[in-house]
């Protein structure tokens, strides 16, 4: 599955997501578009899930009409000592996720 890492978690939370290709906002060429224009590349990028810390994303956009999933993570911080743990939770997730669903991983 082709995944976006968001902006707000950090680059080498990428290393623990394993079996898929995981992309960054920087190497997406995405680097500070507003969340509706993030998801608009997305799909013309064949992306399939966003991977965020940004628990408010699921509600500011229409998820549906996007034909993005997304994986919420609720942590203390976007420090990746605090999202690592979330990484098996986060693969659980992918394996099931559809398109214009979003999921909160927390501990």
Known sequence: MRILLDEC???PFWKLLTGH???TVE???????DNGALLARLRLREVGVLVTVDQ?????????????????????SNRLEDVAPLAGQVLLTL???KPGQHVLVSI
């Open 56 to 76: 408010n994303l699921p509600y500011q956009q229409n998820l549906q009409n996007a034909g993005i999933a997304v994986v919420v993570m609720k942590v203390s």
């Open 27 to 33: 190497k997406l060429g995405a680097k500070g578009l």
């Open 95 to 97: 394996a099931t996720i």
């Open 9 to 11: 978690v950090p680059r």
């Open 21 to 23: 290709e995981v992309l």
